[in-house]
């Protein structure tokens, strides 16, 4: 099912493949998640609104949590 | 007392003008909106924004660089330690406006792309000859160094070309931000990506950004792309989906001072204009966004409502849901709402 609909976008098997869940990605995205959490916490009850940003998306979080899953 | 929602993100409508008339335009542009706010008014709000603690202005339109003082508003956001982008379509780019881009000092330019060959670009933006001028702006921005981001607003008139616009774009644009369009402003309710369609756009999007490392070209789904799904890799710049951010962390400022949670949702959410309060009054009123701020899983509703992931997940983007739905916390372009849905069926 998924390789027919990757097919009508020019998506390779091994695009699809590596689109999938794996358990080594669930973790990633469970460890990033965490530490985006805990940072986002810490920062929130010491420095007021920055603590937000953590928990925030913007793009210049990208190049950090895009490395994590 | 410390607050405890803070619009980090701010999108911020300088004009209505445009100089295109995409078929897709959630707020229909191309006339000046009536009453927009002046210099000095536009000026006063950055101010108020610095003491709202926001972080990220996005100036958008309508086509922001139209806005003869956009360079001067831009300046203000940045002297006031706040970090500011922009986001254009490309056609009002010229030298002039590229050294003010660096001026500025922009951390971000997004220009808007729908097509992968001149013919699809031009018909949804409705101005021969932009695609190519598109295309020379990106590649003037990247040689002047700026940082530029490429949008791709996707919908049944431009899904197939997705593989031929990465083509386009790699190597020159930074990043690349899909979304979907929504049945808003003049989008014609016909063109919407079937749920079969968007489930192949997120697929997309998971695969783009295995295949290719952030300093290639950093692929992500924006806004409504990608929530709880059990079969693909994370689409969205973060890794949880917590919920619609509109009035807990994104605020929207439309170019008459109306404020909105986010600049997506139609007038309908409407909160006040800062011509009558103060950004900090409409933010911190207690009554203010309650789709937002005081939604509980009781508001939840259709397959939103007997969902595990329901309670943070408020049913997902308050836009996509009001605009397919009528109403809020039940969007049906959900990850993993679609795959039960496959699931079950076969």
Not at chain 2, 98 to 108: D, F, K
Not at chain 2, 268 to 282: K, M, T
Not at chain 2, 316 to 326: I, M, N, Q
């Amino acid at each position: 099912m998924l390789r027919n609909m990757g097919q009508t976008l020019g998506l390779t098997h091994t695009d699809i493949d590596r689109a999938k869940r794996t358990a080594r990605s669930i973790l990633g995205v469970t460890i990033a998640a965490t530490l985006a959490i805990i940072i986002g916490k810490i920062a929130l009850s010491q420095l007021d609104s920055v603590g937000l940003y953590y928990i925030g998306v913007s793009i210049k979080d990208f190049n950090l949590l895009s490395r994590f899953f | 007392m410390k607050a405890k929602h803070v619009p980090i993100t701010v999108a911020w409508e300088l004009t209505l003008t445009c100089n295109m008339r995409c078929m897709h335009c959630g707020s229909s542009a191309g006339d000046t909106r009536g009453h927009e706010l002046t210099t000095p008014e536009a000026l006063d709000l950055c101010s108020q924004l610095q003491e709202l603690h926001t972080k990220y202005i996005n100036l958008t339109g309508g086509e922001a660089l139209l806005r003869k003082d956009w360079n001067v508003i831009g300046k203000e956001i940045k002297d006031r330690g706040m970090n500011v982008s922009v986001l254009s379509n490309g056609l009002a780019l010229n030298e002039k406006i590229i050294a003010e881009l660096r001026s500025v000092g922009v951390y971000a330019i997004a220009i808007s792309l729908d097509g992968g060959t001149p013919q699809t670009h031009d018909c949804i933006r409705g101005v021969p000859g932009s695609f190519e001028k598109c295309l020379q702006g990106l590649e003037a921005l990247t040689s002047e160094g700026l940082p530029t981001t490429v949008i791709t607003t996707v919908h049944k008139g431009n899904i197939q070309e997705l593989p031929l616009i990465r083509d386009r774009i790699l190597g020159k644009a930074k990043a690349w931000q899909i979304q979907i369009a929504v049945p808003i402003g003049r989008f014609p309710k016909e063109f919407i990506l079937s749920k079969e369609e968007f489930y192949a756009v997120a697929l997309f999007i998971a695969a783009m950004k295995k295949r290719y490392s952030v300093k290639e070209l950093a692929v992500m789904g924006a806004h409504s792309i990608g929530y709880h799904s059990q079969l693909i890799r994370n689409t969205m710049v973060s890794p949880v989906w917590k919920g619609c951010q509109a009035g807990i962390s994104v605020l929207g400022i439309q170019s008459n001072g109306d404020i909105k949670g986010c600049l997506s949702l139609p007038d309908s959410f409407i909160e006040g204009n800062i011509r009558q309060r103060q950004v900090a009054d409409i933010w911190n009123d207690p009554h203010a966004f309650p789709y937002s701020r005081s939604c509980s899983e009781s508001d939840l509703k259709d397959q939103c409502a007997s969902c595990r992931f329901g309670r943070t997940c408020k049913g997902g983007c308050t836009t996509v849901s009001a605009s397919l739905t009528g109403a809020a916390h039940n969007d049906p372009y959900c990850l993993f709402c679609l795959e039960n849905q496959m699931l079950t069926h076969e």
